[in-house]
């Protein structure tokens, strides 16, 4: 855009450089025409220069205000999927078994103490002298269900993975598996929603441009996203300004 500003601010430069000579050299009775083009094309180009800033700040305004909520979906998704793991030991790969598993699973809220009982073969190796040994002792206390933790009255987790800006009638992506890490299965998912969904009715070249961003303060590549298919990664490619539940 900075080349468009540039480039238009000289041919308006130039214009007018025009305009002062036509003033001063040619004949009276063709220069109101003259004059009167110039200045139309003068007034044009300002008009475009005015609008290709104020189309970008509008641009970065609607897709800073769209990528806070499609984020916050996306950790509301994350933390769900972070119970799953909890619980069952690996990450859904679908949206139905999610919203499932939500519905009936609990968390099992557990105690550790530590404690003392007799040891009965050291006992018996020193005579009948009572030995004790100290153990770790885990009590259940209580079960919880999912989501009334993550959610508690509130049942958005059942539209959670329904894009909730630009094209609506979309879904987040979702993938899960597991990758080899020295010798051990690991259980990675990933989420994402591409940006051209997202900001699917504002001007192709700034989606387009918007696809090629590498900032630290942006969001970069092509989509929004949390989790890696890999490595093992549950992170978001979101700077922590976008969200207020991080």
Do not use: C
């Not at 859904?92 to 073969?121: C, K, M, P, Y």
């Not at 590549?221 to 989790?227: E, H, N, R, S």
């Amino acid at each position: 855009m900075l080349k468009v500003i540039i480039a238009a601010v000289v041919v308006v430069l130039l214009t007018i450089g025009i305009v002062y000579l036509i003033d001063k050299f040619v004949p009276k009775k063709v220069k109101p025409l003259i004059l009167l083009g110039l200045w139309i094309l003068i007034a044009f180009l300002a008009y475009k220069t005015f609008m290709s800033v104020y189309g970008e700040i509008q641009f970065n305004k609607v897709k800073n205000e769209r990528y806070a909520i499609v984020i916050d979906n996306l950790i509301d998704i994350r933390d769900s999927q972070l119970a799953h793991r909890t619980v069952t030991g690996k990450f859904a790969n679908n949206w139905d078994g999610l919203v499932r598993f939500l519905d009936t699973a609990q968390f099992t809220i557990t105690q550790r103490r530590d404690t003392s009982i007799l040891d009965e073969e050291a006992t018996r190796r020193f005579g009948g002298v009572p030995t004790f040994k100290d153990i770790v002792v885990i009590d259940t206390l209580d079960f919880v269900k999912v989501k009334d933790s993550l959610f508690g009255a509130d049942d958005r987790y059942k539209t959670m993975m329904n894009l909730p800006v630009g094209q609506t009638d979309a879904k987040f992506e979702l993938k899960s598996g597991v990758i080899d890490q020295n010798g051990l299965n690991i259980p990675v998912f990933e989420v994402r929603a591409p940006k051209k969904l997202i900001l699917n009715d504002q001007d192709p070249y700034l989606i387009a441009k918007e696809n090629e961003v590498v900032s630290v303060d942006g969001v970069n590549g092509d989509a929004i996203k949390v989790g890696s298919m890999d490595e093992v990664n549950t992170n978001g490619n979101w700077p922590k300004n976008y969200s207020t539940k991080e």
